[in-house]
């Protein structure tokens, strides 16, 4: 597509369920990043992948996170037992490479609301 | 450690008016520098970007920024501003030894008619 996608744009889930959020980067493009955006603050680094493997997942609260790339391209991002503090807009962002200075490209981002 | 400051919350500017937000950097080498726009419900927008040479660099919609190297800044600026500029700007760096952006709080600009 012509830009980064990201499926669905608002997810509202009930404490304690699981959710998933897509992202589907601009064709081409090895590198992959979730960012997650609370009301007022910047984006914060989540995870980062070159190709089909996870290359820096610092970001990542705990273990209730997670997320996979698995034939490099589409990305979902899973979250399990989800908490209120969860409740945020999660961004997913892709360029060409993860060097040279190239600007990475955002999605729309999902909203993410756990009651 | 990365890191970036946007001192300013807000910045209120006249239609027509010079603008200026401000961003600071930290980081261990020479950085890279981004400036992204989020407009209402929208995701960020590149604006522009630093990486080397020329310490004045242009980008879209009339938007420029200054390079300032003993300062540590990366200053956004635009000569007249516009309604249609009033959004959430973030200021974004990232160590060349990193892969990743991080990114200031952001500064809301409003531009009034």
């Known amino acids: 597509g012509a830009g980064v996608s990201q499926t669905p744009s608002n997810k509202v889930t009930e404490k304690g369920k699981y959710v998933e959020l897509r992202c589907d980067p601009i064709?081409?493009?090895?590198?992959l990043y979730w960012y997650r955006q609370s009301l007022g603050q910047g984006p914060e680094f989540l995870i980062y992948?070159?190709?089909?493997?996870?290359?820096?997942d610092s970001g990542l609260p705990n273990d209730r996170f997670f997320a996979v790339r698995p034939e490099g391209s589409v990305s979902t991002l899973k979250i399990q037992r989800t908490e209120r503090g969860d409740s945020a807009v999660y961004l997913c962002a892709s360029s060409l490479t993860a060097g040279q200075g190239g600007e990475a490209f955002f999605g729309q981002g999902t909203r993410l609301t756990v009651v | 450690a990365q890191s970036v400051a946007q001192p300013e919350d807000q910045v209120n500017v006249a239609e027509g008016n010079p603008l200026t937000v401000k961003c600071t950097y930290s980081?261990?080498?020479?950085?890279?520098l981004f400036w992204y726009v989020q407009y209402p419900n929208r995701g960020l927008q590149f604006l522009l970007k630093?990486?080397?040479?020329?310490?004045l660099v242009k980008g879209s919609y009339g938007f420029e920024a200054e390079f300032n190297k003993s300062q540590t800044s990366f200053h956004l600026k635009k000569p007249s501003a516009l309604v249609s500029d009033s959004a959430l700007y973030f200021c974004?760096?990232?160590?060349?030894?990193?892969?990743?952006?991080?990114f200031g709080k952001g500064t809301m600009l409003l531009v009034s008619p």
């Open positions: 974004a760096v990232r160590d060349p030894g990193y892969s990743t952006l991080t």
């Open positions: 630093y990486i080397t040479g020329d310490n």
């Open positions: 064709s081409g493009h090895t590198a």
């Open positions: 980081v261990s080498g020479n950085p890279y």
């Open positions: 992948f070159q190709g089909t493997g996870a290359a820096d």
